[in-house]
């Protein structure tokens, strides 16, 4: 265990005995004391020191080890009489008459009838709390305040309950159906029975069968499900549904209310987290965590961590599945496209040296560079990530994952070897102003920049800009000449883009899934400044006029250099 | 249950006596909040005393103690399943299993303990002595001492880490005498 690992599993500790752990940090604990046994030895130690210190400092332990060399008799008189032992008179007495018998059989046989049947009735008639009162000052104000603090938290519950029922007997009096989720997207979907209403909303409690398609439910308290069909479901509340057969992934936000998926052989209960579920006609079902945790109680009750799969039997017994084909699973919208699977460089990509690669598939929402930035952050340039940005209207920005990121370049800006930028492009629909990318920052005074977007014929544009009022060229526009007119982009597919500058900054270049799409040679380099030298995605414009892209981003590369036509025709074979 | 002899008793208190902190110290360790592990607790020592004449005198009493405690965990647990804050049956099991194979190394420790609470500051063992007379959750100790729950979370955790420290060290230094 390396020195962070160490740091990380003691702050687990500490927040799981001060009782502050949450749901996720819990499951990490978890994962550690099952999967690490150095972990799990040094949880025990850990809990064992609070146990250590509970018996030392309150007393109990030199009191016990005192009774030890007492006679048996007087070590239960002494546990009888003494107040250090009510706990364990109360364990005694327990909740049944059964325990009860037990008790005084035993005492009986101890001769310790008379005291311990005082101290019974004093413990039957609640006056153990004034003694304790009375004998022990010190804890006087911490009893006082966890009374009070019960009874405080009794009323609340009391009132809680009055108005969770108050607005439930309201509730179920109107002959509204309780709508508990609605789909916001879909693909090809196809329901048996037509949903009830135009807006798509689901019944609580109705079975509903998908005979084909996808369908992208968001579920009252946020959590999302991609429903693949052939399906059937039941939607039990606005926190869990019953998956009879078919798949499903959930992306259940961290702040959501606990969501759960049940089957014929199990429950899976979210712990923050990204899960597929596939359940059989014959019972069996498996689960696999893309991201997070998920609890999974079938006979007994477990942890599946990321990048694990279990199958429940019906009879509900659990199997680690090993090598398992998670790709089958339909995890976005923007998954499903002609090939049904993402775009994967995998190892392809870095023959060709990039300057940076992001892939936002299985990074969580986080840019990995292969060349870290530290290098370029020494010769004056920087990353910045704005993740999910709100842009006006609300409008959210996506990259895959719900990440929208600008980054710096001031340094690969004077590359000498000019750039090329690489990714992989999803438009939701052919709009025309539908912006891409934009090589400039967001700002009211904009005054160079570059831009991928929709004309107005719904061609693909690389385009220059530069000036404002300050510069005599005011907005003066470079677009691209089109080379091959038969190109048409479609929508709901993930084209391969990529834009070339050349070495000498003065001829630009779009390449559309491998071919070269439009190119122009501008009179002049564009100059960069440091402080406009950011690229952004899915979002281009200024402050006063923004547009957004509609559609999504992936696999970013970059490349300090102008790569020929044929380099760039081996990176779009490699995915497609 | 027959009768039990006295002798018996006499044996169970002993062992019991011996093997609490033990017991309860499992218990806690897997129950995370501390009224349903003296619950727990209570349960257990109620169905050792009721089975005790079952056991074998001799033999690993804390095996066997562990063993039932373990067993009433579960079942606690699948009473319990939609819990989140929860271990998991496995991650049970190794807990368990470590308190299993450990118990020379705990008592070990717990000597050592009472040398390595001697050298913290008296206004560390204030804080320890609040801390574990307290029957509430450290937010309600932060408002009775009138102190950030931040600050007192982390002075715990620094105190609890002091003193891990120390125990390992004495241990090491009397493995090396």
């Not at chain 1, 740091?7 to 749901?23: F, H, P, Q």
């Not at chain 1, 104000?141 to 519950?157: D, I, M, P, V």
């Not at chain 1, 570059?450 to 060229?473: H, I, N, Q, V």
């Given at each position: 265990m390396d020195c962070q690992q160490?740091?990380?599993?003691?702050?687990?500790?500490?927040?799981?005995?001060?009782?502050?752990?949450?749901?996720?940090?819990?499951?990490?604990?978890?994962?550690?004391?099952?999967?690490?046994?150095?972990?799990?030895?040094?949880?025990?130690?850990?809990?064992?020191?609070?146990?250590?210190l509970q018996f030392s400092i309150i007393g109990n332990e030199q009191e016990y080890n005192a009774q030890l060399e007492m006679s048996v008799d007087e070590a239960l008189e002494k546990l009888m009489t003494d107040d250090s032992s009510d706990r364990m008179i109360g364990w005694l007495l327990g909740e049944e008459?059964?325990?009860?018998?037990?008790?005084?059989?035993?005492?009986?046989r101890n001769h310790i009838e008379k005291i311990s049947q005082k101290r019974l009735e004093e413990y039957l008639k609640g006056q153990r709390q004034d003694k304790c009162d009375v004998e022990k000052?010190?804890?006087?104000?911490?009893?006082?305040?966890?009374?009070?603090?019960?009874?405080?938290?009794?009323?609340?519950?009391?009132?809680?309950?009055?108005?969770?029922?108050?607005?439930?007997?309201?509730?179920?009096?109107?002959d509204e159906p309780m709508q508990v989720a609605k789909i916001v997207d879909s693909h090809n979907m196809l329901w048996q029975d037509p949903l009830p209403n135009i807006e798509l909303m689901f019944?609580?409690?109705?079975?509903?069968v998908l005979r084909q398609g996808v369908a992208q439910i968001v579920f009252n308290n946020g959590a999302e499900i991609l429903l693949e069909g052939p399906a059937k479901i039941r939607l039990e509340s606005a926190n869990g549904a019953y998956l009879s057969y078919g798949k499903l992934v959930a992306n259940v936000p961290p702040k959501t209310m606990q969501f759960t998926v049940k089957t014929l052989s199990a429950q899976f209960i979210?712990?923050?987290?990204?899960?597929?579920?596939?359940?059989?006609?014959?019972?069996?079902?498996?689960?696999?965590?893309?991201?997070?945790?998920?609890?999974?109680?079938?006979?007994?009750?477990?942890?599946?961590?990321?990048?694990?799969?279990?199958?429940?039997?019906?009879?509900?017994?659990?199997?680690?599945?090993?090598?398992?084909?998670?790709?089958?699973?339909?995890?976005s919208k923007y998954q499903i496209n002609d090939q049904g699977v993402w775009p994967d460089y995998e190892s392809t990509v870095l023959e060709h040296e990039p300057v940076a690669f992001w892939n936002f598939q299985n990074v969580d929402n986080l840019f990995q560079n292969i060349i870290p930035w530290s290098e370029y952050q020494a010769n004056g340039a920087s990353a910045q990530l704005q993740k999910n940005q709100l842009f006006e209207n609300n409008h959210k920005v996506f990259l895959i994952d719900g990440v929208a990121g600008h980054f710096s370049l001031s340094d690969l800006e004077t590359s000498p070897e000019g750039l090329t930028l690489v990714f992989h492009l999803w438009l939701d629909e052919i709009l025309p102003q539908n912006i891409m990318w934009q090589h400039a920052p967001i700002t009211s005074h904009l005054k160079y920049s570059?831009?991928?977007?929709?004309?107005?014929?719904?061609?693909?544009?690389?385009?220059?800009?530069?000036?404002?009022?300050?510069?005599?060229?005011?907005?003066?526009?470079?677009?691209?000449?089109?080379?091959?007119?038969?190109?048409?982009?479609?929508?709901?597919?993930w084209h391969h883009i990529a834009i070339v500058f050349s070495k000498n900054w003065l001829a630009i270049q779009l390449f559309i899934d491998g071919a070269l799409y439009c190119e122009k040679t501008t009179t002049r380099k564009v100059p960069f400044e440091s402080d406009f030298s950011d690229m952004t995605f899915g979002v281009a414009g200024n402050e006063d006029d923004l547009r957004t892209m509609l559609g999504a981003i992936n696999n970013v590369i970059l490349f300090d250099t102008a790569l020929s036509g044929d380099e760039i025709g081996e990176l779009y074979q490699a995915t497609h | 249950m027959s009768q039990i002899t006295e002798d018996k008793a006499k044996e169970f208190m002993q062992l019991y006596l011996q093997n609490q902190r033990r017991i309860y110290g499992f218990i806690s360790a897997v129950i995370p909040n501390k009224s349903d592990a003296e619950d727990l607790a209570q349960e257990v020592f109620s169905i050792i005393w009721a089975k005790f004449e079952t056991f074998e005198s001799g033999t690993n009493f804390s095996a066997w103690a562990l063993a039932i405690a373990r067993f009433r965990v579960l079942a606690f647990q699948q009473k319990n399943a939609k819990?989140?804050?929860?271990?998991?049956?496995?991650?049970?099991?190794?807990?368990?299993?470590?308190f299993l194979s450990n118990e020379q190394e705990d008592r070990d420790r717990h000597e050592a303990l009472h040398?390595?609470?001697?050298?913290?500051?008296?206004?560390?063992?204030?804080i320890l002595k609040m801390r574990y007379n307290f029957s509430g959750t450290i937010r309600d100790m932060a408002d009775y001492s009138k102190r950030s729950v931040h600050t007192l979370y982390k002075t715990l955790s620094r105190i609890h880490r002091l003193l891990h420290q120390c125990i390992t060290k004495s241990l090491a230094g009397d493995k090396m005498g």
């Open positions: 160490s740091k990380r599993l003691y702050d687990l500790m500490d927040a799981y005995r001060e009782g502050v752990i949450s749901t996720e940090e819990m499951g990490e604990l978890d994962c550690l004391v099952t999967t690490d046994i150095q972990s799990c030895e040094t949880f025990v130690w850990y809990v064992q020191l609070s146990t250590s008459a059964e325990e009860k018998e037990k008790l005084i059989a035993f005492k009986q000052p010190v804890s006087k104000n911490n009893l006082a305040l966890g009374n009070r603090r019960k009874e405080f938290n009794t009323l609340k519950a009391i009132a809680a309950c009055l108005v969770v029922g108050i607005c439930l007997w309201f509730y179920l009096q109107s019944v609580k409690n109705k079975e509903y979210d712990m923050g987290t990204e899960f597929a579920i596939e359940a059989k006609e014959d019972g069996t079902s498996e689960c696999h965590v893309f991201k997070g945790l998920v609890r999974l109680i079938a006979k007994k009750s477990e942890i599946v961590c990321a990048g694990e799969t279990k199958r429940v039997l019906k009879n509900g017994q659990t199997i680690i599945v090993k090598d398992y084909n998670a790709s089958k699973f339909i995890r570059r831009l991928l977007y929709l004309d107005d014929k719904e061609k693909m544009r690389l385009a220059s800009t530069m000036g404002d009022d300050e510069y005599p060229d005011l907005y003066s526009l470079e677009v691209c000449d089109i080379l091959d007119e038969q190109k048409i982009l479609k929508a709901q597919y | 819990e989140q804050k929860m271990f998991s049956d496995q991650a049970i099991k190794s807990i368990h299993n470590v040398a390595c609470l001697a050298k913290l500051t008296a206004a560390d063992r204030e």
